[in-house]
């Protein structure tokens, strides 16, 4: 009775507080509060929770539209339909991070083991899942892997570097969040982006490879332009090269949108949002603790999962905050968002679930 008092008394403050003035999630983590409520809007859940997953770090709604889960500790990419209905798994060691192509390829960051003179060594790894060589049959989907590249030795030096984010572009090229410890080389360090685009070979076919990392990207730098462990990125559905990428390391600006701009004197990306004072909203100094997961739906809104703060932000094309929702009394350690038709998508990783919310204006 008392948490139905509470409900109906907060529902009552933001609608007579309209929309003038936006209530801040972090006032509900830091007292534990269990609602789903920002501004003049309540996030409603639906059921049934979708459960049988085992420390699940990503999520993405396909092309098709059918669901992915990088369902980490059951080492396996779980396909299903809009309705949570399992199709079909594939077996992929330490899957984290997952993308889709337009050519309905999933591009995947998960481990990888090789023996040498008796000793076994697990390196991180990236794959790519080709649907359309078995009629979108996933578990028999071939899979190449794209990292560490076979046949050069130099991919296996290091055994700390981490790919550990993905995202694709409306020309099939991608991007690779890659993080590690060694970062003074001017050359290859590990924190890094690695752009990945379609080379053609001599009989005419097209195969993905690594032409080298983003530049003028910082490695370790604590503001803007930074690559200071990477940990999500996203890119948005149209002819753009614009992304966001989230990071968990010493950053004051730990999601920070890129814009690819050409001028007259210069090509290459800029840091879209104002921060500071008077700056957009997810630009704000320390306005994330631990963001994992990044989705754009169609409108332009940007959502994040903060792993830290056990919630859900949510953005429009501005970078002012819109709903925002959680805590750990709804989440544990939220990895991945997504979202389709209305409706999003949340891998709660420390809950092994799935769970989908809609906001209250969109109720059918």
Known sequence: MKKIFNIIFLISVAVFSGCTDKMDIDNFISTGSNYNLSGDTLYIQISPVWNGFNNPQDIIVGKEPFIYVADTDNNR???????????????????IAIAQDNQLNLIVCGTFDTTQNGITTTFSAVYKINMAASGHNLQNAPVTRLLPRPNVSSDLQSADRKYTSVCTFYDNSFYIGRTG???????????????????????????????GRLPLINPVGTGLMSANNLSALASFNKRSLDFIMGMTGDNSFKAQWLSFVVTSEFAGYQNRLEPGSGGA???????????????IDNSGNVYVADAGKDSIYKFNAY??????????????????????????????????????????TDMR
């Open 181 to 211: 410890p060694k970062n003074s080389s001017i050359i290859d360090p590990d924190n890094s982006i690695l752009i990945f685009q379609k080379r053609t070979l001599p009989d005419g076919s097209k195969t993905d490879t690594l032409i």
């Open 77 to 95: 990419i779980v396909m299903l339909n809009l309705d949570g209905q399992e199709l079909a798994t594939k077996s992929i060691p330490k899957p």
């Open 281 to 295: 909203d997810m630009m704000r100094v320390n306005k994330f603790l631990k963001p994992e997961g990044i989705t």
């Open 319 to 360: 970078g002012d905050e819109l709903q925002s929702f959680g805590g750990p009394s709804v989440f544990n350690h939220p990895y991945a968002v997504a979202h389709f038709d209305k409706t999003l998508y949340v891998a709660d990783a420390g809950n092994n679930r799935i769970l989908r919310y809609v906001l209250s």
